[in-house]
């Protein structure tokens, strides 16, 4: 099956004084100044490097300055906002997009609790995107000039890292594919099952979800039109393979909805 993104994080904390943060880094953000010891978070075997030692966890535990709270549609970063931070994903849901010259809206990402969002500005110094929440979240920020730090000194920090920026490469060939070579039918399907795959990796259900995206929002990213998007869910419905109420979607028939992504050999 086509993986389009893989992942791994989760959960939540207070704000305090909001002035304090950079003016171009809060949008509807509130800055935590409170210490946070990611080696007692129970997100820590999914946001850090498995195997560390006593010591390497004990300098990981400042890596992390603070957590901010994002209110739903406020914008955590916004394209041409310097780089400082990567933010790894406690709560809630956000998607990435990229204004076009005329104002259109392009959707480029959806990420969820356990993923690393900040990667576009480590290229130019500065993101090249909007990051924005579709849900209230929660978010760890990360200062990228102390990862660079402390990979140095700690290794499997350094391999981890890595990984995060493979994965993303690994994402966008997988969307290039899924755009370049798919029917809308196959496009929904694909970003259906792999929206599954993520969320029951954090132990949800491997057949039911909410959907945190309009359908406008899930066409923007899939390259299609709303109407066409609309359509392929209905038929899904039709032809019994899920059931939709507004957002709450149930898979019935998941080896259906994967037929449609990877065919089965013709006998």
């Known amino acids: 099956m086509l993986n389009l993104v893989n992942s791994e994080h989760i959960d939540s904390l207070t704000p305090s004084n909001p002035s304090a943060a950079p003016p171009r880094q809060t949008y509807g953000v509130n800055a935590g100044a409170i210490k946070i010891a990611c080696s007692n978070c129970n997100l820590r075997e999914l946001c850090m490097p498995l195997g560390l030692s006593p010591?390497?966890?004990?300098?990981?535990?400042?890596?992390?300055?603070?957590?901010?709270?994002?209110?739903?549609?406020?914008?955590?970063?916004?394209?041409?906002?310097a780089f400082t931070s990567l933010y790894a994903i406690r709560t809630g849901f956000f998607k990435t997009c990229v204004a076009s010259e005329d104002g259109r809206e392009q959707v480029t990402g959806f990420q969820?609790?356990?993923?690393?969002?900040?990667?576009?500005?480590?290229?130019?110094?500065?993101?090249?995107?909007?990051?924005?929440?579709?849900?209230?979240?929660?978010?760890?920020?990360?200062?990228?000039?102390?990862?660079?730090?402390?990979?140095?000194?700690?290794?499997?920090?350094?391999?981890h890292v890595h990984?995060?920026?493979?994965?993303?490469?690994?994402?966008?060939?997988?969307?290039?594919?899924?755009?370049?070579s798919m029917r809308a039918e196959e496009r929904l399907a694909a970003f259906l099952l792999n929206l599954v795959q993520r969320l029951h990796a954090r132990g949800f259900s491997q057949s039911e979800l909410v959907l945190?995206?309009?359908?406008?929002?899930?066409?923007?990213?899939?390259?299609?039109?709303?109407?066409?998007?609309?359509?392929?869910?209905?038929?899904?419905?039709?032809?019994?393979?899920?059931?939709?109420?507004?957002?709450?979607?149930?898979?019935?028939?998941?080896?259906?909805?994967?037929?449609?992504?990877?065919?089965?050999?013709?006998v």
């Open 163 to 180: 990984k995060i920026m493979s994965r993303e490469i690994v994402r966008e060939n997988g969307v290039m594919l899924l755009l370049g």
């Open 55 to 81: 010591e390497e966890l004990e300098q990981i535990d400042g890596l992390v300055a603070s957590r901010r709270r994002v209110k739903r549609g406020a914008q955590l970063f916004r394209q041409g906002d």
């Open 212 to 266: 945190r995206m309009t359908r406008e929002e899930i066409g923007s990213y899939l390259g299609l039109k709303l109407e066409t998007v609309s359509r392929a869910f209905s038929k899904f419905v039709d032809d019994g393979i899920m059931e939709v109420r507004q957002r709450h979607v149930r898979i019935v028939k998941p080896d259906a909805l994967r037929d449609i992504v990877n065919p089965p050999p013709c």
């Open 112 to 159: 969820m609790a356990g993923e690393v969002i900040g990667l576009d500005g480590i290229v130019s110094d500065s993101h090249s995107c909007n990051a924005i929440a579709l849900e209230d979240a929660e978010v760890c920020v990360m200062p990228f000039d102390r990862i660079e730090e402390l990979s140095t000194q700690v290794h499997a920090l350094q391999r």
